[in-house]
């Protein structure tokens, strides 16, 4: 019973997230259920220390019982854990409720994308991992001099894409969005730390393409582009392509050519537009990104 209770709740919490990526309000239906759908876990909570005696009763005066409990508590599907973990659950998740809401609340009100485009943060299947704030070292000097300066960078980290944030003035519980990126395009690289004891636990953090879509050695964005059709090089400064084949443009003319460098061996030449076709699905372009990337760490 207590299982379509909540299949129901989350279902309308779900309709309520598909209507907008900014939640206004959520206070509305946790009301609703509480009085109209709730009962059967306060008679649950009412009735749990009696449960628990009639449980460890049976399981001392009962064999049967025992025996048949024991033999359930060893199936695969149950974990190895013992079934007193199962009549807490129903417990356990209706405490969990107010936390949860809480969370979801506050991470869709506390960010603020000012100049960048805003991106929808509540998803049915993003999570928060961790958050905390970090310190960015800038180097600042003159022609005789350098010093070494932290500018506090807030980050959130889920499980799927990366926000690096500063506090807004004047209200701590307020963050403006700088930057962000998908998970899969964040690279962290071990450093030495030879800037000072009071430097510790350095790591240099990488974006490989950020929200406006450059790389970190990048000032424009990263066009990657297909071979549909099989081109043979006719002059010395082309590339013959093979379908398949993807390419970071670097440049194009006005005739319909294309200046690439292939990702699978790092050759540049050129090739006519009409046998390729432009990458947009993000999950490829990612992929592309990263294979970017290794191809030049592999040639340094």
Same mark, same amino acid.
């Given at each position: 019973?207590?299982?379509?209770?909540?299949?129901?709740?989350?279902?309308?919490?779900?309709?309520?997230?598909?209507?907008?990526?900014?939640?206004?309000?959520?206070?509305?239906?946790?009301?609703?259920?509480?009085?109209?759908?709730?009962?059967?876990?306060?008679?649950?909570?009412?009735?749990?220390?009696?449960?628990?005696?009639?449980?460890?009763?049976?399981?001392?005066?009962?064999?049967?019982? %025992? #025996? =048949?409990?024991?033999?359930?508590?060893?199936?695969? &599907?149950?974990?190895? $854990?013992?079934?007193?973990?199962?009549?807490? !659950?129903?417990?356990?998740?209706?405490?969990?409720?107010?936390?949860?809401?809480?969370?979801?609340?506050?991470?869709?009100?506390?960010?603020?994308?000012?100049?960048?485009?805003?991106?929808?943060?509540?998803?049915?299947?993003?999570?928060?991992?961790?958050?905390?704030?970090?310190?960015?070292?800038?180097?600042?000097?003159?022609?005789?001099?350098?010093?070494?300066?932290?500018?506090?960078?807030?980050?959130?980290?889920?499980?799927?894409?990366?926000?690096?944030?500063?506090?807004?003035?004047?209200?701590?519980?307020?963050?403006?969005?700088?930057?962000?990126?998908?998970? %899969? #395009? =964040?690279?962290?690289?071990?450093?030495?730390?030879? &800037?000072?004891?009071? $430097?510790?636990?350095?790591?240099?953090?990488? !974006?490989?393409?950020?929200?406006?879509?450059?790389?970190?050695?990048?000032?424009?964005?990263?066009?990657?582009?297909?071979?549909?059709?099989?081109?043979?090089?006719?002059?010395?400064?082309?590339?013959?392509?093979?379908?398949?084949?993807?390419?970071?443009?670097?440049?194009?003319?006005?005739?319909?050519?294309?200046?690439?460098?292939?990702?699978?061996?790092?050759?540049?030449?050129?090739?006519?537009?009409?046998?390729?076709?432009?990458?947009?699905?993000?999950?490829?372009?990612?992929?592309?990104?990263?294979?970017?990337?290794?191809?030049?760490?592999?040639?340094?």
């Amino acid at each position: 019973m207590h299982i379509s209770v909540v299949l129901r709740f989350i279902g309308d919490l779900l309709k309520r997230v598909d209507e907008s990526v900014v939640i206004s309000d959520v206070c509305d239906i946790i009301y609703e259920h509480s009085e109209n759908h709730f009962s059967v876990f306060i008679d649950y909570v009412r009735n749990q220390q009696y449960q628990e005696k009639t449980y460890s009763r049976l399981m001392e005066s009962n064999r049967d019982f %025992s #025996l =048949v409990m024991r033999r359930l508590e060893s199936s695969p &599907l149950c974990k190895h $854990l013992p079934f007193t973990s199962f009549m807490l !659950l129903p417990f356990q998740r209706i405490t969990r409720i107010k936390i949860l809401i809480q969370e979801l609340i506050q991470i869709s009100n506390k960010l603020e994308f000012d100049k960048l485009k805003a991106i929808p943060i509540v998803s049915k299947t993003r999570y928060l991992e961790k958050q905390g704030e970090l310190q960015e070292l800038c180097k600042r000097g003159s022609l005789f001099s350098s010093r070494n300066k932290c500018i506090p960078v807030y980050m959130f980290l889920f499980n799927d894409l990366l926000i690096l944030t500063k506090k807004k003035s004047g209200c701590p519980d307020r963050f403006v969005v700088i930057d962000h990126a998908h998970r %899969s #395009l =964040v690279q962290v690289q071990t450093t030495e730390n030879n &800037l000072g004891p009071r $430097l510790d636990h350095c790591f240099c953090l990488t !974006l490989l393409e950020n929200h406006r879509g450059n790389t970190y050695a990048c000032s424009s964005a990263v066009l990657f582009i297909l071979c549909v059709s099989q081109y043979v090089a006719k002059q010395a400064d082309e590339l013959s392509l093979e379908p398949s084949d993807v390419f970071n443009m670097l440049r194009k003319t006005s005739e319909g050519w294309y200046e690439g460098m292939r990702l699978s061996d790092g050759k540049k030449g050129w090739f006519p537009a009409e046998n390729t076709s432009e990458v947009t699905t993000d999950h490829q372009r990612r992929r592309n990104v990263r294979e970017k990337e290794r191809l030049s760490v592999t040639r340094v």
